[in-house]
C-alpha cells in the first residue's frame, strides 16, 4: 500500500530533551517536505526536500533540522524543544510527474507536546 | 504579499448541496487544490484545477477563474462524514512545489 508513515504519533516530553520524528514513504518520490499544524495558524511549512540530500526551509525552520540521507526518509529533529513547538505536526510527499504532479500525500500526523 | 482566503465555517444539512469558496493573491499560479480533512487526521486529495473551468468527480466539484483569482468546492448530495475541514491551496510561483495553504473551512453537515 502507498503510504507516508510518520513515528510517533503521540509524544509527550520536557523542554530541552532532543527528539526525532521519523518519516518515511514508499512511493518513490522525490519532494518531501514538513508542516506544522495549529489553530488559527493553518499549515504551515518548515522545512522541504526536492531531493536526496537537497533540503531548504519552509516558512517556519526556527528550532528545527531535516535531513535526507536516503529518498524515502526525511525525518524531523528538535535539538532542543520547547513548549511553543507543541503542535500536530505532518509529513507529506509528492511526486514531480504525472498531471497532479502536486498532489501531496500526508502521513497520519505526530501530535508532540513539549512541558 | 500572498494571501488565500476562505470562510471559517459554514453550516449545511444532509442531501442538500454547499458551495466553498476560496479566493487568492499569489505571486504566480501554478495551480489550486483542494483537501479534506476530518479533525485530528491528516489532509487527502480532492481535486486540482490549472485552467479556468469546472472539475467534476463524483459527488464533488471544483471550479477555477484565474482572472478573478477565485475557486470554489462544490459538494452535493451531503451526507454526515462530510463534516471536515476543507483546504484550498495555491502553488505560486518558482520550482520548489511549495503550496500556500488557507486556513481551512469548517463544515458541519446536520441530519
Request: with cysteine.
Amino acid at each position: 500500500e502507498a503510504q507516508v508513515t510518520q513515528n510517533p504519533r503521540y509524544l509527550i516530553t520536557v523542554t530541552g530533551k532532543k527528539l526525532t520524528v521519523t518519516c518515511s514513504q514508499n512511493m518513490n518520490h522525490e519532494y518531501m517536505s514538513w508542516y506544522r499544524q495549529d489553530p488559527g495558524l493553518g499549515l504551515r511549512q518548515i522545512y522541504y526536500s526536492m531531493n536526496v540530500e537537497v533540503t531548504d526551509k519552509g516558512d517556519v525552520p526556527e528550532g528545527y533540522k531535516v535531513s535526507r540521507k536516503e529518498k524515502r526518509n526525511f525525518p524531523l529533529i528538535l535539538e532542543s524543544p520547547s513548549p511553543n513547538q507543541t503542535s500536530l505536526y505532518f509529513c507529506a510527499s509528492s511526486s514531480w510527474a504525472g498531471q497532479r504532479s502536486n498532489e501531496q500525500f500526508f502521513g497520519p500526523g505526530t501530535r508532540l507536546t513539549v512541558l | 504579499g500572498q494571501n488565500i482566503d476562505q470562510p471559517t465555517e459554514m453550516t449545511a444539512t444532509e442531501g442538500a448541496i454547499v458551495q466553498i469558496n476560496c479566493t487568492y493573491q499569489t505571486s504566480g499560479f501554478n495551480g489550486l487544490f483542494w483537501y479534506q480533512q476530518h479533525a485530528g487526521e491528516a489532509p487527502t486529495f480532492l481535486s486540482y484545477n490549472v485552467l479556468d473551468g469546472l472539475e467534476e468527480k463524483g459527488r464533488f466539484s471544483s471550479f477555477l477563474s484565474r482572472s478573478k483569482g477565485y475557486s470554489y468546492l462544490l459538494l452535493k448530495e451531503l451526507q454526515m462524514k462530510d463534516s471536515a475541514s476543507y483546504l484550498c491551496a495555491v502553488k505560486g510561483a518558482g520550482n520548489n512545489r511549495k503550496l500556500i495553504w488557507g486556513l481551512g473551512t469548517s463544515l458541519a453537515v446536520n441530519p
